[in-house]
Nanobody
Framework: VQLQASGGGLVQAGGSLRLSCTSS????????MGWFRQAPKKEREFVAS????????SYGDSVKGRFTISRDNAKDTVYLQMNSLKPEDTAVYYC?????????????????WGQGTQVTVSS
């Protein structure tokens, strides 16, 4: 399985971006998906996750109320809508496919990872 993340870029504080993650295989429709991020010199951080059918979502405390995860299984794509961006959201964002049908905040629960897309928020 290959995951292709896109949509990153440079945005001013308060702005919005939408990240996309497309899977190379339809079987990903049966798996939970997640987004993580990693800033320079910081540990990888859980951002959001979604169950296989989109019925359950979960968010990291730092992004609750600002970010929204969704998926379109017909397109084998997961999205991360990011609003009210802050400079501290600057990081490389990675999408990942879970081992099971539900999402998780634990990186060890994910098998496949995308290459990452850079998000930079200027103040």
């Amino acid at each position: 399985v290959q995951l292709q993340a896109s949509g990153g870029g440079l945005v001013q504080a308060g702005g919005s971006l939408r990240l996309s993650c497309t899977s190379s295989r339809r079987t990903s429709r049966n798996n939970g998906m997640g987004w993580f991020r990693q800033a320079p010199k910081k540990e990888r951080e859980f951002v959001a996750s979604i169950s296989w059918n989109g019925g359950q979502t979960s968010y990291g405390d730092s992004v609750k109320g600002r970010f929204t995860i969704s998926r379109d299984n017909a397109k084998d794509t997961v999205y991360l809508q990011m609003n009210s961006l802050k400079p501290e959201d600057t990081a490389v964002y990675y999408c990942a496919q879970g081992l099971r049908g539900f999402g998780s905040s634990e990186a060890s629960d994910y098998r496949y990872w995308g290459q990452g897309t850079q998000v930079t928020v200027s103040s």
